[in-house]
């Protein structure tokens, strides 16, 4: 990609400032980083590790949690591929580990076209280098919170060489809304994206669920991405998350779930919350833009 105009203000002032909040210092954790450690990857350094030691010390369930959460946004990206969904906007998409949307999509479709969006620039470096040669997919650095600034980069013609917002799209805020605590950060830069998006296009949510963790061990995991990360967590009730769909949306069957039951296989291994699903901690929803 090339970096000039609008485009390359907004890039570069990006970079500028991930820098001067995480440096090079390899000794401050991530919340990407952490994830990724959770799911087995590689792409983490001792600090995310002993960060995730902390939280599963807290929580055991917590990687657990981690690969349901990967399973429930394969799931999400083949059944909306099968909606004929061709262009993907993965927001808080995190470290490139197995599994990623590119990968489910484009294994169902090969004209699927990805664009990955981070606040962690490691993420986003590993994720370029992984995304080499491949035309249809793409990494951004971008901040959730400061949704005028991700619409222009995604408005830019580099991006929308990959995906054009002006056709049906689906966004992917998985797993990242709860690193943005603040409610009027967080509703306010959900809205200018939904508002964006056009009519046929397509909303996944997982969330951090109120109503899913035990106080003291939602406190103690808290205080770890406080301490640890730039990126500190909250959590929300089901009525909050679908809260974030507003008006124009079908929220399409089984509604908003538990991970494990947004439209599981029927072969799955049931895994640790069979039975128990609210131990995932996750609510998940996906809905479609009607107007």
Known sequence: MTSGGRYGEVEQRNW????????????????????DYYLGGVHNFAADREAAEKVIGSMPLVPHIARGNREFLGRAVRFLVDQGVRQFL???????????????????????SVVYVDIDPVAVMHSRGLLEGNTRAAAVLGD??????????????????????DKPV???LVAVL???????????????????LVPGSWLVVS?????????????AVQGVYQQRTATPGGLRTRDQVLEFYGDGFEIVEPGLVWVPQWRPQPDRD??????????????????????
């Open 90 to 112: 993965d927001i808080g998409s995190g470290m490139p580990t197995q599994g990623n949307v590119h990968q489910a999509a484009q294994e169902a479709h090969p004209d699927a």
């Open 207 to 219: 969330h951090g669920a109120a109503e899913g963790f035990i106080a003291g061990e939602a406190k």
């Open 178 to 196: 709860h690193f943005v605590p603040d409610d009027d950060v967080a509703y306010g830069a959900v809205s200018r994206l939904r508002d964006r």
């Open 16 to 35: 500028a400032e991930a820098r001067e909040r995480l440096g090079d210092d390899i000794n401050t954790a991530t919340a990407a980083r952490m994830y």
């Open 144 to 165: 959730l919170r400061r949704p005028n600034d991700l619409l222009d980069l995604l408005d830019s013609p580099e991006v929308r060489q990959i995906i054009d917002l």
């Open 170 to 172: 689906a966004l992917l």
């Open 270 to 291: 049931p895994g640790v919350f069979d039975g128990e699903p609210e131990k995932s901690g996750l609510h998940a929803v996906v809905g479609r833009k009607l107007r």
